[in-house]
């Protein structure tokens, strides 16, 4: 008698945790609440946003630098609150942005072999934010575009090189923005707020271009209603097993 048995392509696949003198060890991570990833890697470095006091900082190791990181390993911490989010520039793997709660964004240069000193300065430090800064992207494609949004529901895009504020789309959210990302050629900008709606806005006409109102609790209705059919049917395949073996016998 053949079975009716559900195969899964998943079923012998498994994940090994490497040892731990391959990992990052003994790093206190910021337990600030905000929803960030709190760590950014690049070919040379990872950075790791770390708890702080009197201000906030991250870590910048080097890749190989693996096992327990000492308590006393300088740290990039030049700004006043809580750093948010931190993202590598793409065009400089020494250059990285960071988003903090004392509502600026700095931009700092690490040393090629990597930090033997606390680093306080940055390069330049935007200010046009009213709120505390959530979120840096680095434009994909131009060199020395940053976006950067904040808790005052706008979007900012600098111009590093000068540290001037190139646009600022500051009307198109009526409530805080939750993620922002560039497009591959850095041409339009996808956003996701917690007025439920998804946005795709082309910055340079300053316009929307398409909107979506997310309907969450239809989605998890469906959701549902489809685990509620699998069950029925797993059901279903049940008592026939147990039917045919009866017939069987």
């Given at each position: ?200 806005i082309d910055p340079r006409k300053q316009e929307i271009v398409a909107q979506n109102e997310a309907k969450l609790d239809e989605i998890l ?29």
């Amino acid at each position: 008698m053949r079975r009716v048995v559900r195969q899964s392509k998943f079923r012998h696949v498994f994940g090994q945790a490497v040892k731990n003198d391959q990992c990052y060890d003994d790093i206190r991570v910021s337990r600030v609440t905000w929803d960030s990833s709190f760590c950014a890697v690049n070919p040379r470095f990872v950075a790791i946003i770390i708890e702080a006091s009197g201000g906030g900082a991250f870590l910048v190791l080097p890749l190989h630098k693996t096992g327990r990181i000492d308590k006393s390993y300088p740290t990039v911490c030049g700004h006043t609150g809580p750093v948010l989010d931190i993202d590598w520039c793409p065009h400089n793997d020494q250059v990285i942005a960071s988003g903090s709660e004392d509502c600026t964004v700095m931009v700092w240069q690490i040393p090629e072999n990597g930090l033997t000193l606390s680093l306080t300065e940055p390069v330049v430090i935007l200010e046009g934010h009213s709120k505390r800064v959530g979120i840096v992207a680095w434009h994909p494609t131009a060199r020395n575009v940053l976006l950067s949004a904040g808790c005052d529901n706008a979007i900012i895009i600098w111009n590093v090189g000068t540290g001037e504020a190139l646009i600022n789309l500051d009307d198109m959210h009526s409530d805080m923005i939750y993620n922002v990302s560039w497009n591959r050629n850095g041409s339009l900008i996808c956003t996701a707020s917690k007025d439920k709606k998804v946005r795709v806005i082309d910055p340079r006409k300053q316009e929307i271009v398409a909107q979506n109102e997310a309907k969450l609790d239809e989605i998890l209705k469906e959701i549902k209603s489809i685990k509620d059919t699998i069950c029925n049917q797993d059901e279903r395949i049940s008592k026939l097993e147990q039917q045919m073996a009866k017939i069987a016998a």
